[in-house]
C-alpha cells in the first residue's frame, strides 16, 4: 500500500511514476478524500477543544450556583456533531483504504517504461535453446507416452487444468522439490518453513491478493480461509503485525508448497501440459530486509533462482519487465525464462520481484532502527526458487533423446535414484 503521507508530500510525483503503468492510474481521488476526511477532523478538533472550555465553564457555574441548562444544551448538541463528523471521519476513512488497497505500487524509477512484455530488457541468457537433428516432442506428449503424466484422469477427479503424477512422474517432481529445497538451505542460507496452504484474508490482503484479485483466489465456503496462490503469502505475513529488531535482519526463508490458482483472466493460454494449472508445486524465496539493503538483496535473490537452473543445465535468460508488465505489489522484477522447444520459446520459470515496503505498510511488519531507536517498515522480496512443474517440463523437453527417453539431469539423481527415463 502506497505511503498517504508521501502522496500528501508530492501527489504529481506519485501520479507520474503511477500513469508509467497505466494512463488511467491516478490517485487524485484519494487526495479529494483525504483533504476531506482532514477538513473533518479539524473540526471535530475545534469542537472538542470549544466542548472542553465550556464543560469547565459549566463546572465553574454550578460551584457558584449558576443556572447552566443553556450551555449543558449546548454542550450536548455538539457532543452529536462530534459523533456526526466522526462517523464520516470513519466512513472516509474506510474509502481511502479501499482505494489505496487497489491501486497498485510506484515502479521503480529506473525501469523501462512500456505498455507490455515487448518493451521488458533482456539482461542476460545462459545457455543456447536446445537444437536437436530429431523431432523434440512437447512434454504433454512425453509425459503421456512414458506414463509420467495422467491429464485425462487429473481432469476426471478435478476439473480441467488438473493433472495426475505417476510412477517416475511423481518420483521426479518430488526429486526436483527436494533439490531446490537443499540447494537454497545449504548453499543460500534459506530457513525453511512448512507453511499452512490455507491463510486468511488479511494474509491475502498484506501481500496484495486481495482485494484486488479476489476472482484468481479458491476461497473456502462460510470460512475466511483463501488456497494458497503461493508460499509468497503465508511465508511474508509470519511477521504480520509484529516488530523486528534489525539485527534479525535481512531474514531468509524458503518453502515449499502446492500453489492453487483459478487462473481467471487466462481463458485460452497454456491450456495444454503443465505450464498452466490450476494447482502445481512451487519452491518459494522470500527476504525481509532493510530499505538499505533491498537492492542488493533482490540481486541476490535472483542468483539464487537462476543459480538452480544453471545446475540443471537448462537454457534461461533473465528478462527485467518494463512498468506495464510488472505485478500489482512490485517495484522491480525479474522474470527467469527456461527455454521449452515445444513453444520454440522461452516461458517463465520464475519472477524475482522487490516489493519496497508495499506489502509490509499493508501487513504492518516493521524493525526497529538500531540507530535512531524509530521503527520502520522492511522491505519485502520473492521470487520462485522455483516452479517446480515448469521444471519438470523443462527437463522432459530439454533432456530428451531421440527413442523417447529421458536423461535426468546429473544433480537430481541422488534424489530420483534413477539416471534415465
Known amino acids: 500500500m502506497l505511503d498517504i503521507k508521501l502522496i500528501r508530500e508530492n501527489p504529481e510525483k506519485i501520479n507520474e511514476l503511477l500513469k508509467r503503468r497505466n494512463p488511467n492510474l491516478s490517485i487524485n481521488e484519494v487526495l479529494e478524500i483525504d483533504n476531506e476526511r482532514r477538513k473533518l477532523q479539524f473540526q471535530a478538533d475545534e469542537l472538542r477543544a470549544k466542548r472542553k472550555t ?21 454542550v450536548k448538541e455538539m457532543a452529536d456533531e462530534i459523533k456526526e463528523l466522526e462517523e464520516k471521519q470513519a466512513e472516509l476513512d474506510t474509502k481511502q483504504r479501499d482505494f489505496l488497497l487497489c491501486t497498485p505500487n510506484t515502479p521503480d524509477e529506473n525501469i523501462a517504461i512500456g505498455t507490455d512484455e515487448t518493451f521488458n530488457i533482456v539482461k542476460k541468457v545462459v545457455g543456447e535453446p ?11 506428449d512425453l509425459g503421456a507416452d512414458l506414463g509420467l503424466l495422467d491429464f485425462e484422469r487429473g481432469v476426471k477427479l478435478a476439473h480441467t487444468r ?46 496484495g491478493q486481495l482485494p484486488k484479485f479476489k476472482e484468481d483466489m479458491f476461497k473456502c465456503v462460510d470460512e475466511d480461509l483463501f488456497l494458497i496462490p ?31 490458482r483459478r487462473e481467471a483472466g487466462s481463458a485460452g493460454k497454456d491450456t ?36 538452480v537452473l544453471e545446475l540443471l543445465n537448462l537454457p534461461f535468460r533473465r528478462v527485467e519487465l518494463c512498468t506495464g508488465d510488472i505485478g500489482f505489489s512490485a517495484k522491480k522484477c525479474y522474470d527467469l525464462e527456461v ?13 524475482c520481484s522487490n516489493f519496497g515496503d508495499f506489502q509490509a505498510r499493508r501487513a504492518n511488519i516493521r524493525y526497529r532502527n538500531k540507530q535512531t531507536g524509530k521503527t520502520e517498515f522492511v522491505h519485502t522480496l520473492n521470487g520462485s526458487g522455483l516452479a517446480v512443474g515448469r521444471t519438470f517440463a523443462a527437463i522432459l523437453e530439454n533432456f530428451q533423446t531421440e527413442d523417447g527417453h529421458i536423461i535426468i539431469p546429473e544433480v537430481l539423481r541422488k534424489y530420483t535414484g534413477f539416471d534415465i527415463i
Open 230 to 260: 503461493t508460499a509468497e503469502v503465508p511465508v511474508t505475513n509470519i511477521y504480520q503485525n509484529e516488530i523486528l529488531n534489525e539485527e534479525d535482519l535481512p531474514k531468509y526463508m524458503t518453502a515449499y508448497t502446492p500453489c492453487f
Open 272 to 307: 495444454r501440459g503443465l505450464i498452466r494449472l490450476h494447482q502445481f508445486n512451487k519452491v518459494e524465496l522470500v527476504k525481509l530486509t532493510t530499505p538499505e539493503t533491498s537492492e542488493e538483496e533482490h540481486e541476490k535473490l535472483t542468483l539464487n533462482a537462476e543459480r
Open 54 to 74: 465550556m464543560s469547565q465553564s459549566i463546572g465553574e457555574m454550578k460551584k457558584a450556583g449558576q443556572n447552566t441548562d443553556t450551555l449543558q444544551a449546548e
Open 130 to 140: 536446445t537444437k536437436k537433428d530429431y523431432e523434440l516432442k512437447p512434454h504433454w
Open 162 to 207: 488438473f493433472s495426475l503424477y505417476r510412477g517416475k512422474g511423481a518420483a521426479l517432481e518430488r526429486a526436483i522439490i527436494n533439490f531446490f529445497l537443499e540447494v537454497h538451505t545449504q548453499e543460500h542460507g534459506y530457513e525453511e518453513i512448512l507453511p499452512p496452504i490455507l491463510v486468511n484474508s488479511a494474509a491475502m490482503t498484506g501481500t
Open 339 to 351: 527455454w521449452l522447444p515445444s513453444y520454440n520459446n522461452y516461458k517463465e520459470i520464475s519472477s
